[in-house]
């Protein structure tokens, strides 16, 4: 199999997160072949550097994590689209199914919602109410409280959950769904989960108003943890989720920059939640701030593979499996992944890009090119490599079975097809 | 729409056409003069408040976009227009009244608390960022109100994708002044406050929601006691101002009852001066050429509630010849005949007077003065 050598990956100095990709190489034209399997064999891609590891906590998993990682410019390449390298390291240990762990903490959360979200007018408190209807994936949540629980065995032992911290996996959903109905308005979509829209419904203003109700309920709901700093790193959040959409409404003519654009733009837009309410509830319980790290870093990892994953889907998913129609961003002139990556192949794709797909035909001829390039297995190769990161990252913390639901969870958000 | 309000209330004052205001011991010769001598007592014009977030990038980015809407009917280039001139003439009301509050307050009278950086003019710096945020609260909300439900939208009003984009851009830049209120509240390191506004602007919310419910015919919105009216006018145009006056009080680690008096002020302020602004179409002398006035206004809900549902319709078939929009002149005078004018009259001149009655609990004070002048003026319309 011969793929371009086009992804040049580096690590900064002192800081424990994947760096965005700085740059493409301008190495198109010089294909590599490589041996498929070769990518899993840890001997091949040089030594061992143990600088990364938390010392005395040896997980079998850094091995190939932070072989991969820690390499200067080192090259990568895909073996197939989703090797699931952590049932592979860890086919003897019994991975928990995170849902069915989270399940109990996450019990009642849609009606604790829902009695946040105070409001004498009824139809007001019918648009609130429209998306906890318990129908979500309630995947932040989920995230958050085994994320809250891994914390808590790491820094004293036990498990129990701190209510303080069950809030903050009520806010993470109320956060998400007000930042979904005004997406809709700013999209025009008339569906989201298979319901029909709140714009639809009840038009523009009020699914604005609506939106902004239950971020109010979600900051009062937050202030009364009463933890300024928990108060700050939530706040960062909504401030990340809009200059996340204004980044949408712009395309770099560089391609680098348009790459480093787009990875930085989903994070704000999706992994800057994720992150910042793992850190909060690991402030909840732990003052180490390398512990904030890891839980951050964890969020922001996984966040971000989540969404690559998204936009992948975007392009392999029926329509009716991700409750919108597929090519959805395409249409809404939006270049993801695998159009960025396929662009690297198919040059004729740029122009497309700054016009953002407006022209008549120009959606489905990126579509047509998308499809014949190898853009999909490339962003989902490079999900994988941020959901590695994310295992390296929670496997510092002490073992424990919400932290390993933590890391079979990267395994589901590469696997899902919905 | 601060900006609005002042110079209707200019208007107003410099007409001298009827003033029921009895307090003769404050004579400010005008709104403008109130506010202007106000401003100097807080240090700074309060126009360079929200300076930061105008000039980012995000904001450039919007305007450089609103251009695109010069020529359609979307709302958001009313607010924008209205925004820029609210700063040229220094008429951020709110921003004004939570600084004046602060410095009419002064510092806590507890134990002097250490982490209390030093004053500058006599306002803590929390005090002037949560100025700084009621303003930013206001202005997203100025926003998000006029947003356009598209179905209503006919071709007849013009391009539908203008409509779009307008929405769009008003969505986004609203979110992001909220955003940026939020990391702000953030940064004052106080939960209370945090909590307090946070439920100010769910209270806006919702007032803003059922705003424009009351339509002329509309017979299901049949709930317009005055006590609804102003339970309404206090979520849509008090809870902001009268929660960011308490939280100011909280800044300074002022006690429960300086903050329910900060609280009072704010509230009473406000209802006054919603009161007088939907006066204004009332108080011309002569009908000449009435403007269509919104069914919302004051003295319209508490006509409709003095002549009962069934004679205000017969009113308002008596105003509109079929097939042909309202006569507003002949419905100006039937309403001017009623008592609902002087009736919302003496409602903002009571609301005047409890706003002055809080504030003077307070220590007298520069900046007190300046709150009264503020409360008496909004009394004279």
Redesign the interface.
Known sequence: MAIPWRLCWRRNAGSTGITLLDSFCGTKGRPVSIAASSIRRTDSLGSLDNQEQTPGRPVILNTVTSNFLSRHRSRFLYSTPRPCCCRRTHSDAKLKDPFTLAQNDLKNLYDDIRKELFVSKKELKALCDYYFDGQGKSFRPMIVVLMARACNIHSNGAGELLPAQRSIAMISEMIHTASLVHDDVIDGSDTRRGKTTINEMWGEKKAILAGDFILSAASMALARIGNNTVVSVLSQVIEDLVRGEFMQLGSKENENERFKHYLEKTFKKTASLIANSCKAVSILVNSDPEVHEIAFQYGKNVGIAFQLVDDVLDFTSCANQLGKPSAADLRLGLATGPVLFACEQFPELHSMIMRRFSTNGDVDRAWQYVVESDGVEQTNYLAQRYCQEAIRQISRLQASPERDALIRLTELVLTRDK | MAVMWSRLSCIGLRRGIRSISLFSNTSPSSWTKVVSDAEKIVGYPTSFMSLRCLLS??LS?VAMHVRKLVGTKHPLLNTARGFVYDSKNNLQMRGLVVLLMSKAAGPSRSIPDPQLPDMVSGIYPSQRNLAEITELIHTA?LV??G??????WTNADGPLKDM?FG??MA??S???L???A??G???L????V??VI??A??DL??G???EGSHSAEDSSNADVSLASWEDQAFLSHGALLAKSCQAAMELAKHNMDAQMLAYQYGKHLSLGHKLNSDLQPFVKSSAAEPLPFSMDLAPVVFHRQIVGQEKWLQQLQQARSIGRPIDYTKLWLTIKTEKGVSQAMDLCSYHGNKALEAIRRFPPSEARSALENIASAVTKI
């Open positions: 990038d995000e980015n909300f998000h109100r947003i356009v439900n598209l179905k209503d779009q929405n769009k969505v986004l609203g979110d992001f909220l955003a940026n939020c990391t509240l953030a940064q390191n106080n939960t209370k945090v909590e946070s439920s602007i769910g919310v919702q803003i929601y059922t």
